[in-house]
Structures are given as structure tokens and as C-alpha cells.
């Protein structure tokens, strides 16, 4: 297996032994979305019931873009093993015998917070800022060398913090919210550690200089830009309200995709 060249950089210096490369990509869990203070809001409990109707809104169309994004690199992975292992996160969300997968859970959550379905598939509270950075992400996976694409899923090294936290707090600050709507929590647990396990595998092996290294570090940083993006744009919308066109017309104008 190959690893990642930069074509960014002209020079290389030394690169980190494998836990000095770990270390480094832990330590941008710093900026995750977890930190937000959307998400601080919500997990201390001070988010409204409009709030979170908007957050798992919005996340939808994360949750549904996401098989797209796994297909896309699939398709562009020559290597078989790593596709056959990779197969199961676009397995997990769409579902397969036995289980219903990750989309079906995040419509039980709408529910449970009061979105019907076909308001949640209709995708009418998605926000343009929101819909721009997911977009961006799938277009970068649809583009990018496979190698660089897995990278930028490692996101994933944080997200069972956020997953446990919800499932710490929320039943708590929000009895109105239905407790089986916190069913894809649960599952994401178990499955995004093993995509954890997956990624940084992947991560370690291939990034062996300094400039794949600088590279891996420098995708990473853009997934977190997304995930951050997402939430400021539902911080205008939502916490300032000043959702997009505010100032000239309170309907939702803004547009549902363009295919």
C-alpha cells in the first residue's frame, strides 16, 4: 500500500515516530465540534426545543450524504481489502439485514424530538451554510485520492465522546425528548469505534513522511472546518435568529439542491 505524497510540500523534515503522529492527530480534537457553544448549549442544557428540532434537522442532511461520501471513496479505492472493510460504514447507515441502519435511527430521533419524516426527507430546514460544508466534504472525497479521502474521516477519533455525552445529559435536561430517539446514539458507539480502529490504522501506515504527515493533519483540520462551519451557520439561524434572507423575508427561500 502506498503512502500519501504531499503535493504541498517541496521539503521534507523529519517525520514523527508513530505515536509522535498519533499524538499530534489526537491533539486536533481541540477543535472539534463538540467544543462548539452550540454544542456546549446543548449538552449543559440550555438549548430550546427550536434548537434541537434544528440541530437534528440540519444533521440530516450530514446523516444522509454520508453513504455518498463512503460510496465515493469505494469507488475510487483500488485496494480490495481496505474496500472490503470499508464497505461496512456505507452498510451501517443504509442499513442492511438485521439492521435498519444509521438514517433510520436519526429519523426515530426527529421524531422523538417532533419532526415528521417527510419534513426531515424534504429537507426544508436545511440551511445553505449547512448544505455548502457537507457538500464541500463530499466533493473533496469524490476528487481526492482514496488514501486522502479515508484521512478525512478521522474525525471519527472524537466522535464517541460526543455520543456518550449526549447520552449522558440529554435525558436529563430534555424529558420531552422521546428516549428512543436516542437509539443512533447507542449504536454509533460501538460502530465508530471500529471505524476508529479502521482510520488510524490506515492513518499511521500511509503517513510515513513528514510532508504526508503535514497533508494528513491539514485534511483533518478541514473535516473539523465542516463540522464547525455547520454549527455556525445553525448559530445564526437558531440562538441569533438570523437565518439566511432575515432582513427581507422571514420564508425559507433558500434552495433544497441543485441536481
Known amino acids: ?8 510540500a517541496t521539503a521534507e523534515g ?45 444533521r440530516f442532511y450530514y446523516q444522509v450524504m454520508i453513504p ?16 472490503r472493510r470499508w464497505i461496512q460504514r456505507l452498510l451501517d447507515h443504509d442499513g442492511h439485514d438485521g439492521d435498519t441502519g444509521g438514517i ?14 417527510d419534513e426531515l ?11 455548502f460544508a457537507v457538500d464541500a466534504y463530499v466533493n473533496f472525497v469524490r476528487q481526492a ?15 464517541p465522546q460526543a455520543h456518550k455525552s449526549r447520552l449522558d445529559t440529554w435525558p436529563t435536561h ?14 454509533r458507539l460501538g460502530e465508530a469505534r471500529r471505524d476508529v480502529d479502521h482510520g488510524l490504522e490506515l492513518a499511521l501506515t500511509l503517513c510515513t513522511t513528514a510532508a504526508a504527515q503535514a497533508r ?11 463540522l464547525w462551519s455547520m454549527l455556525d451557520a445553525m448559530t445564526l439561524a437558531y440562538q441569533l435568529d438570523r437565518p439566511p434572507y432575515h432582513s427581507v423575508t422571514d420564508q425559507r427561500v433558500y434552495h433544497r439542491g441543485l441536481s
Open 14 to 58: 523529519q517525520p514523527l515516530d508513530r505515536d509522535g503522529f498519533r499524538a499530534a492527530l489526537m491533539a486536533k480534537g481541540d477543535f472539534y465540534h463538540i467544543h462548539h457553544p452550540y454544542q456546549v448549549d446543548m449538552a449543559e442544557g440550555r438549548a430550546t426545543p427550536e434548537q434541537i428540532r434544528g440541530w437534528v434537522a440540519n
Open 121 to 131: 426527507w424534504s429537507q426544508e430546514h436545511v440551511l445553505p451554510g449547512v448544505r
Open 104 to 117: 433510520e435511527a436519526w429519523l426515530m430521533l426527529g421524531e422523538a424530538v417532533g419532526l415528521g419524516r
Open 216 to 226: 494528513a493533519l491539514d485534511i483533518l483540520q478541514f473535516k473539523l472546518d465542516v
Open 174 to 187: 430534555y424529558p420531552w425528548i422521546d428516549s428512543r430517539g436516542y437509539d443512533y446514539f447507542r449504536k
Open 145 to 159: 485520492d482514496w488514501r486522502e479521502a479515508a484521512i478525512s474521516s478521522l474525525t471519527e477519533l472524537f466522535a
Open 68 to 83: 455518498q461520501k463512503d460510496a465515493a471513496l469505494l469507488a475510487n479505492c483500488p485496494d480490495a481489502a481496505t474496500r
Open 1 to 8: 500500500m502506498a503512502t500519501i505524497a504531499s503535493p504541498l
